[in-house]
């Protein structure tokens, strides 16, 4: 999950207004990772990356820095229930 999240904030600072395309690409992850959010508010530490499932028992709140710096980009609180989730049972 750390190398997942490490890429797709760094697909995000690419893009410029003047092209999104590295944004948008990251974007589709994100809304998988959102749907990956866990009872306890966090993510699955290790995944299939094809799949989605799981791969440890270990867990992590490691996406919630990425949908932070979406939300800040995008102007956007898209991410605010995942974040706040998370938040909310001490795990951010």
């Known amino acids: 999950m750390n190398w997942l999240v490490e890429h797709l904030e760094y697909m995000v600072r690419l893009a410029t207004d003047a092209d999104y395309t590295p944004m948008q690409r990251a974007l589709h992850p994100a809304h998988i990772l959102v749907t990956l959010q866990g009872a306890d508010g ?28 979406l939300q800040q980009r995008l102007s956007s609180s898209e991410f605010s229930v995942a974040i706040t989730h998370a938040e909310s049972l001490g795990k951010g």
């Open 42 to 69: 966090s993510w699955p530490a290790r995944i299939n990356l094809m799949t989605g499932e799981a791969l440890a028992t270990e867990r992590t709140i490691t996406p919630v820095r990425l949908f932070r710096l």
